[in-house]
């Protein structure tokens, strides 16, 4: 790797971790540049998976005054999301890339579909409730469907990671009676524990460049802070909107490939 190649990757590390923090799809910025000097594709997988694990944490920290009073719910939700995770991570040397090409792009465009619904089908949902009696309680981890929701996604970010950001907010977003930014900040800590549980795994079994993994590391873990500071400032309809248009690139690039 020389000089302008390490540079390039330095500044897709700061890239991914500021996308990331913000609504997810970093990989989309990383992975592409590794292929880019030549390494195989899964091994600049497996090493983009170790690079962004800082980030995400960075991005978590930024996070942190959104994740006050969600204690509970975190850790609900971690157990589900680090095993979903760590069967990724073995999903990813056990099968071929073609076996998710298709479902994919599908995926990723339903969770679209949700963000822009969300506000809709949550107001729907309050009236429900309030016909029912019932009130929606702030501090749930919205039960079993999310819970099986969050193992398929975290399965996806264990593997691949690729829009698993848009996944997690379209599902919290439907399923919790909480603020999207709220949403966010804990999709930013189960991001990590993903991140991290498949790095761990990847760590004894995967090959990876160790000089692509500390550039991304430090540049995601500075994308992390900036992240944080610009997604905390956009309004619910905004922030709505950088998820839809994240998403979309996604789904275009994954099409494309």
Known sequence: MDVWE???VFAAGIGAGTINTIVGSGTLITFPVLLAIGLPPITANVSNTLGLVPGSISGAIGYRRELA?????VRRLAATTLLGGLLGAILLLW???EAFATIVPV???LALVLVVLQPRLAKALKRRREANGTTPDSTADGGPLLHLGMLLASAYGGYFGAAQGVLYVSLMGLLLHEDLQRVNAVKNVLAAL???????FFLFVADFD?????????GSALGGQLGAKVGRRLSPTALRAVIVAVGLV???QLLID
């Open 6 to 8: 390490a540079a390039a």
């Open 210 to 218: 160790w000089i692509a993994v500390l550039l991304i590391a430090v």
């Open 69 to 73: 009073g969600q204690g509970r719910r």
């Open 194 to 200: 993903v991140n991290g549980v498949a790095a761990l």
């Open 107 to 109: 995926l990723v465009g």
């Open 95 to 97: 099968l071929p890339s």
């Open 250 to 252: 996604a789904i275009a």
